[in-house]
Nanobody, 123 residues
C-alpha cells in the first residue's frame, strides 16, 4: 500500500503562483508514474499533469500547458506541481496519484490517491 499526502494549497489571486507537493510513503518501490488530477465543484475529476517513473517524460492537460510544471524527486519520494499564471478556472481540489505503470497514457490506472488539497484562485 502507498500513502500519498498533498500540501501547498491555498488562496491566491489570479496571475499568482502556488507550488503543490505530494509525499509518498509505504510501498514506494511500486510507484512509477505520478500525476496530479483536480476536481472543481460540480465537475468531474480531470487530469492535470503526469511524470514518468524517472522524471524523463511529462504530460500536461492542454488547459495548463506552459503554466504548470510537474517534477519529482525519487530520492525523497515526492512529486511537485509548480503552478504559475493561475486563473479562476484553476480553482479545484488537487489530488496526487500514483501508478505502477512506467509512463502515462489516459488508460493507465492509478491505485493510490491522496486526500486532496484545495486551490482557490480569486479574480
Amino acid at each position: 500500500q502507498v500513502q500519498l499526502v498533498e500540501s501547498g494549497g491555498g488562496l491566491v489571486q489570479a496571475g499568482g503562483s502556488l507550488r503543490l507537493s505530494c509525499a509518498a510513503s509505504g510501498r514506494t518501490f511500486s510507484v512509477r508514474t505520478m500525476a496530479w488530477f483536480r476536481q472543481a465543484p460540480g465537475k468531474e475529476r480531470e487530469f492535470v499533469a503526469a511524470v514518468s517513473w524517472n522524471g524523463g517524460i511529462t504530460d500536461y492537460a492542454d488547459s495548463v500547458k506552459d503554466r504548470f510544471t510537474i517534477s519529482r524527486d525519487n530520492a525523497k519520494n515526492t512529486v511537485s506541481l509548480q503552478m504559475t499564471s493561475l486563473k479562476p478556472e484553476d480553482t479545484a481540489v488537487y489530488y496526487c496519484a500514483a501508478s505502477g505503470s512506467y509512463y502515462y497514457n489516459p488508460t493507465i490506472s492509478f491505485g493510490s490517491w491522496g486526500q486532496g488539497t484545495q486551490v482557490t484562485v480569486s479574480s
